[in-house]
C-alpha cells in the first residue's frame, strides 16, 4: 500500500506524486526501496519521460 512506502519515500503526499508520475524518485530513494523492499535498483533507474 502507499503508506507501506512512507520510510522509503517520505510523506504520504509525496508517495503518491511518485506513483502518479509527478514527481521522480531521488536516488535516496531508490535506494531505500532497494535496501527495504529488494527491488532492482536497475529497475528503478530509468530516464525521465519527456513531456509534450
Partial sequence: TPKDLVPAIGRLNRVYEILNRKR???????WK?????GIPAE????PPKATV
Fill in 43 to 46: 529497475c528503478l533507474i530509468q
Fill in 24 to 30: 521522480p524518485l531521488t536516488l535516496p530513494m531508490i
Fill in 33 to 37: 526501496l532497494h535496501e527495504k523492499l
